[in-house]
């Protein structure tokens, strides 16, 4: 079965520092998509970033890249100099792109970043 | 304006009495899922359509029934709500053009519902 592991609850980072945020999966299907997405206290769901699973290189988007390490089954976000404004739920999620589409999320992590 | 939207955003109501959250998407995609979100446990996936007339289970679809009749539109029907339904659910979609690249889907902006 898939499964997406999120182990850490919560974090906190000083502002302007980078924070790597870990998600760890499991599947057997060959094709898939492993998507990051913000949630502020607002409560909208941002994406942020994607990784395909036969993509060569690591996702970047601006101050946010994929570090894929498709050995371990590992898709940790990197966030590098931290705002005050990355404070919010991150969720990791994986997506199966040959068969019906379903979609499974990690339980979040909730990031702080202080002053 | 792209968008995903939900209604109603906020709903408190009462066990055994139907009710139906609407989502609507002008993005012509073809695919819509329904998640729900609850604290420790991330979003889960209720139902799921990947076009017109074809809808598939999600992870938690127990208590809910989906219809698509129209490309735009994904209602989520709760016929007898029970207090463990009480959570914040997610309309989303995405377009199955880009399946092989893995198109984001773009989120509603969730609709909280509390059963007593």
């Known amino acids: 079965a898939q499964k997406i592991t999120q182990t850490q609850p919560g974090m906190f980072v000083q502002e302007k520092e980078a924070v790597t945020l870990d998600c760890t999966y499991d599947t057997s299907d060959p094709s898939y998509g492993l998507f990051w997405y913000k949630q502020p206290s607002s409560g909208e769901m941002i994406f942020l970033i994607y990784q395909g699973s036969y993509d060569q290189q690591n996702a970047t988007e601006g101050r946010y890249s994929l570090n894929f390490q498709k050995a371990r089954k590992s898709a940790n976000l990197v966030i590098s100099a931290s705002q005050l404004g990355d404070s919010a739920m991150y969720f990791c999620a994986m997506r199966d792109l040959r068969g019906g589409f379903k979609t499974i999320f990690g339980a979040g992590t909730r990031l702080f970043v202080k002053a | 304006e792209a968008q995903v939207t939900q209604n109603p955003r906020y709903l408190i109501t009462v066990t055994g009495k139907k009710l139906t959250v609407t989502c609507s998407q002008n993005?012509?995609?073809?695919?819509m899922s329904w998640y729900r979100q609850d604290p420790g446990l991330g979003l889960r996936q209720i139902y799921y359509?990947?076009?017109?007339?074809?809808?598939d289970k999600g992870d938690v679809p127990e208590g809910y029934k989906v219809s698509r009749k129209e490309k735009r539109n994904f209602p989520l029907i709760l016929e007898s709500p029970s207090p463990n339904q009480t959570s914040l659910y997610f309309c989303?979609?995405?377009?199955?053009?880009?399946?092989?690249?893995?198109?984001?889907?773009?989120f509603g902006p969730g609709t909280r519902l509390t059963v007593l």
């Open positions: 989303a979609s995405s377009p199955l053009a880009g399946r092989a690249t893995g198109d984001t889907q773009y």
């Open positions: 359509s990947m076009n017109v007339e074809v809808t």
């Open positions: 993005m012509n995609h073809e695919y």
